[in-house]
């Protein structure tokens, strides 16, 4: 009998991979169910940029291998992004590594880094993501609490109090997934400087600081943060491009260079249309985001009003591709999900699958048409059936 491997054991099925299983046979039975759970953009992606995909695709050499590193106009327009957007600098050569989605560079930078007995620090709530990670390469998982009290922001104070010594990476992202939390740059300061003085690399996943974003954050803006510090970005959520599977890493060349060794032992550089259309992508200029946003603002008052008819809490400052909202009766997250799902035909995210300290809350995505989220407030304000 072949048994799985040990690492199998503490790592469950993703989340959303078991329940859109289930939600897509409750269509098959004639379930009319609205899906407000993940964040995969409904709108279309630049024009422009899919029309370099269509011309790439005859380009001699197109189908052959290509480069781990990517081509070289793509990091071009990856370190261009990083400077017309956050004003930072990067390295094209050494400090910018495209990836086939950040979700493959949290996997890539684990292995890079991470040895069996390690452990990782990972917030509570956050993508699961890191979780799982961190559990199929055996390292030791170490939850640090985010807390509406302390604006979903790490408590380092609270994390100097733990045994730090076998600590080799920390997880952050912001602006933040699921509470919508801007970066405090402030707050983030003070943990570059607990990252340093603890010798741990702390790593932020970057992928929504253009969607209904004042301010453009990177971490590479504070002081100190390229001697310790490794960040992820993805064109998935920005330009609508969830399937092309980019994203890259930006950090410090030894930091890079050691997740280039993984990389090249793991896979082989994307298909060339891809890189070319991505390429287009990164190039565009503010006026794609702000009209983007302007959709992503009308879609998020529904939802917010939404709120308001379950007696839901929301944050209106928040930021990103999601509404994080805090229940104010006694309902668990599980049992209000459950309810919108079986009773009301939508589908939302209970916040429990990103930690415990996401038990009072739901996440709605803002991937869903205007007249669909009408839809889902119609459902919502209509009683129940007795």
């Known amino acids: 009998m072949i048994s799985l491997s040990n690492r199998l054991q503490e790592t ?17 039975e004639g379930k009319p169910i609205i899906n407000l759970g993940i964040g995969s953009p409904d709108l279309a992606p630049p024009e422009e940029v899919v029309e370099e995909l269509v011309k790439a695709t005859s380009q001699q050499g197109a189908y052959q291998y290509q480069a781990y590193k990517g081509l070289d106009e793509l990091r071009q327009a990856m370190s261009g992004f990083y400077k017309n957007h956050y004003d930072v600098n990067v390295n094209t050569e050494t400090q910018v590594l495209p990836l086939m989605g950040s979700k493959e560079g949290i996997a890539l930078i684990s292995m890079a880094f991470l040895n069996e007995g390690d452990q990782v620090l990972v917030p509570n709530p956050g993508y699961p993501t890191y979780q799982a990670a961190t559990k199929l390469l055996n390292a030791e998982l170490v939850s640090y609490n985010l807390t509406e009290d302390n604006s979903w922001h ?3 104070e609270e994390l100097k109090q733990l045994d730090l010594s076998k600590v080799k990476l920390m997880w952050i992202n912001y602006p933040n997934m699921p509470t919508g939390q801007p970066a405090d740059q402030e707050k983030l300061q003070e943990l570059i400087g607990f990252a340093k003085a603890n010798d741990i690399l702390l790593v932020n996943d970057n992928p929504y600081s253009m969607v209904l974003t004042d301010e453009k954050f990177s971490i590479f ?3 100190g943060a390229e001697e310790v510090c490794l960040e992820l970005n993805s064109l998935s959520k ?15 060349a030894e930091f890079i260079s ?9 896979d082989s550089g ?6 070319k259309a991505a390429t287009k992508a990164l190039q565009l200029d503010l006026a794609w985001f702000e009209a983007q946003n302007v959709i992503y603002k009308k ?21 990103g591709l999601f509404v994080w909202a805090k229940i104010k009766s006694n309902q668990t997250a599980e049992d209000l999900a459950d309810e919108l799902l079986y009773d009301r035909n939508l589908f939302v995210t209970p916040g429990t699958v990103f930690g415990t300290n996401g ?23 209509k009683p129940k059936a007795v």
């Open 221 to 223: 803006q504070l002081e």
């Open 238 to 252: 920005s330009f609508n491009l969830a399937g092309f599977r980019v994203g890259f890493l930006v950090g410090n």
């Open 12 to 28: 469950k099925e993703y989340y959303f991979s078991k329940k859109l299983r289930e939600v897509a046979q409750l269509k098959k």
């Open 299 to 319: 879609r998020r008052a529904l939802i917010w009003e939404m709120c308001e008819a379950l007696d839901l809490k929301v944050n209106p400052s928040a930021v």
């Open 359 to 381: 038990s009072n809350y739901v996440r709605f995505s803002l991937c869903v048409s205007e007249d669909e989220l009408k839809t889902c407030k119609e459902r919502i304000l």
């Open 270 to 275: 994307m298909f060339f249309p891809i890189q």
């Open 154 to 156: 790490p408590d380092v």
């Open 258 to 266: 050691a997740v280039l060794k993984v990389k090249s032992n793991m």
